[in-house]
């Protein structure tokens, strides 16, 4: 009993921040709570998330404000062909005075790091994002430097738009904990933003006011981890993870990067539902934004134009959803 009480003491407080944080994006990003619950579940969950959407439905803003409600420094990188990777690390400069290199700091050291276009950057400045998105760190001049903690890179793409764009290496998708699209608002949602725009630029994020600081983000990454996954929870992960990569149609299944993801993702999502422990229905919550990307399909399956949801939701029914109770500590 004193432990459920103290559990409940410690969930009460997240809770609450984690849905003021969701109503607060969503006076700017309307109608799209599912999306900027799972956009602040990946960011809980210390993961990385790609936005692939067309253009005009708050990509950008979804991130913005995401930094903005925490008070986190956000800088927005725009990724173009001629975009080199000095412009994202830093540069190290001659300082004639001191007849020494003084080191600046590039874009990337920033707690959200805006990913702007990032299909639009050549594989050789892209690349430059993977040691910081896997070990939040640069290392330029024989000198690593850490980067800011908590470090989120937010990644946008056109899914329509091919021409003059990259595609991203499986190496860099796989550093993306989730993937996820917006699309277009609702009628309501849509003419209570025209109504809104009356009084208020529902772009000006800045306005936005701040729901917690950098410390709680930081309670809160703590309580994550805290969050019981059984040994059936686990099992069942492993279970889904073998199955993409048994299944005839997949020639890239799940990595184990993304097991542990996606453990890490459904334990921030059953504390935002206040509970402190994982259940199956939260894996399979997570599973589409999780996995999706990442699974890539037998080439001629793909030509014939079977999609990877296809596979993924059948992987889903094969896969049984675990019954049992784990007590273990």
């Known amino acids: 009993m004193d432990r459920q009480l103290a559990t409940t003491a410690v969930l009460d407080p997240f809770t609450s921040v984690f849905e003021s944080v969701v109503s607060n994006i969503s006076t700017v990003v309307r109608g799209k709570e599912g999306a900027i619950g799972l956009a602040l579940v990946c960011l809980l969950a210390e993961g990385h998330l790609l936005i692939e959407d067309v253009p005009g439905v708050g990509k950008t803003t979804l991130a913005k404000a995401l930094a903005r409600s925490f008070d986190l420094e956000c800088r927005r990188i725009q990724f173009t062909p001629d975009l080199l990777p000095s412009d994202i690390t830093g540069v190290s400069l001659y300082n004639r005075d001191g007849m020494s290199f003084t080191f600046r700091p590039g874009p990337v050291f920033a707690n959200v790091v805006i990913a702007d276009e990032i299909n639009r950057a050549s594989p050789k400045t ?119 990569r048994r299944h005839p149609a997949v020639r890239l299944g799940m990595s184990p990067r993304s097991t542990l993801g996606m453990q890490r993702a459904a334990q921030a999502l059953a504390a935002s539902l206040g509970r402190a422990y994982v259940t199956p229905d939260d894996v399979k919550a997570v599973l589409r934004p999780v996995v999706e990307h990442r699974l890539v399909l037998d080439p001629s399956l793909a030509a014939s134009g079977t999609e990877v949801r296809e596979i993924l939701d059948e992987i889903e029914r094969a896969v049984p959803v675990p019954a049992g109770r784990d007590i273990e500590r």
């Open 126 to 244: 892209q690349s430059a994002l993977l040691e910081a998105m896997q070990e939040r760190q640069v290392s330029l001049d024989d000198v690593t430097r850490p980067l800011p903690d908590p470090f989120m890179v937010v990644a946008t793409q056109n899914p329509i738009e091919y021409e003059g764009t990259y595609p991203l290496p499986e190496s860099q998708i796989d550093r993306f904990l989730m993937r996820l699209s917006l699309g277009y608002p609702d009628k309501d949602s849509e003419a209570a933003m025209l109504d809104a725009a009356r009084a208020m630029d529902p772009l000006e994020v800045a306005k936005l006011p701040v729901v917690a600081d950098n410390a709680t983000i930081r309670a809160m990454f703590r309580i994550v981890k805290s969050i019981y996954s059984a040994s059936f929870v686990r099992s069942y992960i492993v279970e889904l993870a073998v199955a993409t």
